[in-house]
């Protein structure tokens, strides 16, 4: 370690991320309607560990202000939070407005503004309202111009003080709840029609559409910028033999590439290995066609570089083998692994692999010539305490690997956000698992944010931009 620069450009963006269902609360006030996290956590309140949902959550919808106190003391120079969609949208479409919702996020971007604190805003975080599902969800392809509509009034009410806008947050996650049991709304299991690359292929034309809506309409008078988060695990070979490299290999393209490729690949269009196992795996099942359904040339050309800058959430790595595939991503012949050595979190997934995080940074770089690339999501979770010291340690090692990368990989990276600002709602886990660098009291009606130590750490790596030595 002794030699790295350990420091953080000038300009750096430093900040946290929240998302509208995990915080707001205030599920049915004012004018809200009912999304799928609603419906499920209602419905089904067995499906979510601790039987829980985020009818109150954080309370963001009245403590935004808290939260922005929170932001301040961190030193956070940008706040990334999602909108809800049915907030803004009682019944998902256009048909009727709720004035309400637009007040709420004018207010809290204000609020931000005010504190010197550059709003970046997540269009969805996964909160489909319940009547765009009832018509299929992402797989109708009539989402698609639902969901332009959906973006163009908030370009329209939100952008003239948003510069940072991303149309989705980590859609292979919203492709799961069509595929993974036991995981995101709406759970369905229906891989054997295709229905994640359905998804797939829905979200990337939205997404597309929205970025050229945004050149065309609104570009020239609000100077901002749109992209869109991917998440990923790194993916290391197991070994060093070729079998294990092009297993690796499949797999950032099966979980990261049928997203960043289309949009950031030199040729467009998804990855050819991913083309290529799911058309064998499909004529093994007895299809005549592919689950993949191509993208012609038209969408090719439409899709292809719509993004400003690029968003990524890392947490973790796992080693990667030929083999059955798993849940995570199917059809890609390629098994996942965890090293038992590595730390653990009070998530599964989340295995302390701080080594992984420049890799990807470095995989990014090169595969898709340097592009911009925020971090809009990384952190640790346990299961609640004050002195996180895990916390604390799994922060300095990441951000050793971050510094790593833009100072001696040259990586093209501008900013890092945590995840998450305080304890929130963590999906089917409940309330089970704590990302907060702020501890939230569920308790007690008022919600009281308490920092943690972490937030000590954290606000003098954002103060300095330098990591401490020891
Ligand atoms: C999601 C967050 C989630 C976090 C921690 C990310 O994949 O975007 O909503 O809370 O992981 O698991």
């Not at 909108?83 to 637009?102: A, C, D, E, H, V």
């Not at 653990?344 to 080594?355: D, E, F, G, T």
């Not at 990384?378 to 510094?403: A, H, K, P, Q, V």
Request: with cysteine; hydrophobic share 35%; aromatic share 12%.
């Amino acid at each position: 370690m002794v030699g790295r620069d350990m420091s953080f450009p000038e300009d750096f963006l430093f900040g946290a991320a929240t998302a509208s269902y995990q915080v707001e609360g205030a599920w049915d006030k004012d004018g809200k309607g009912e999304n799928i996290w609603d419906r499920i956590t209602h419905e089904k309140p067995n499906v979510i560990q601790d039987g829980s949902n985020g009818d109150v959550a954080c309370d963001s919808y009245h403590r935004y202000k808290e939260d922005i106190k929170a932001l301040k003391e961190l030193g956070a120079k940008m706040y990334r939070f999602s909108i809800s969609w049915s907030r803004i949208l009682p019944n998902g479409t256009i048909t009727s407005i709720n004035q309400k919702g637009i007040d709420y996020y004018r207010k809290l971007i204000a609020e931000l503004l005010e504190n010197d604190i550059q709003p970046m805003v997540t269009m969805y975080h996964w909160d489909l309202p319940t009547p765009l599902q009832d018509i299929g969800g992402w797989t109708n392809p009539a989402i698609i111009e639902y969901f332009v509509d959906y973006a163009r009034i908030l370009l329209t009410h939100l952008g003239d003080k948003v510069k940072w806008w991303l149309t989705f947050n980590e859609p292979t996650h919203v492709a799961r709840g069509y595929f993974q049991p036991n995981f995101m709304a709406p759970q369905l299991l229906l891989h054997h029609l295709g229905a994640g690359y359905m998804v797939t292929a829905n979200i990337l034309k939205a997404h597309a559409l929205v970025y050229h809506m945004y050149d065309k309409e609104f570009r020239h008078s609000q100077q901002g910028k749109i992209s869109l988060t991917l998440h990923s695990f790194w993916y290391e070979p197991m070994s060093d033999s070729e079998e294990d490299i092009k297993a690796a290999n499949t797999a950032i393209n099966f979980d990261f590439g049928i997203f960043a490729h289309p949009i950031l690949g030199k040729d467009g269009d998804f990855p050819a290995v991913v083309k290529e196992r799911v058309e064998v795996v499909s004529k093994e099942m007895g299809l005549k066609r592919s689950l993949l359904p191509p993208l012609d040339k038209e969408w090719i050309a439409r899709i292809k570089g719509t993004a400003d800058f690029l968003g990524v959430n890392h947490y973790t790595t796992r080693l990667c083998t030929p083999g059955p595939g798993g849940v995570n991503i199917p059809d890609s012949g390629v098994s996942l692994h965890i090293d038992p050595a590595w730390p653990i979190a009070a998530s599964a997934y989340l295995k302390v692999v701080p080594w992984g995080f420049r890799k990807i940074l470095r995989w990014i770089k090169d595969e898709y010539g340097n592009p911009p690339v925020i971090v809009t999501e990384n952190g640790f979770s346990d299961r609640g305490t004050l002195n996180d010291i895990d916390r604390i340690n799994y922060y300095r090692s990441y951000l050793r690997e971050l510094s790593t990368a833009i100072n001696e990989d040259n990586c093209n990276i501008f900013g890092y956000l945590v995840w998450s600002l305080m304890d929130n709602f963590e999906w089917i886990r409940g309330y089970t698992e704590k990302f907060g660098l702020f501890h939230v009291d569920f308790n007690k009606p008022d919600r009281p944010r308490t920092p943690k130590d972490s937030v000590n750490f954290i606000k003098n790596v954002f103060k300095t931009r330098k990591l401490p030595r020891d």
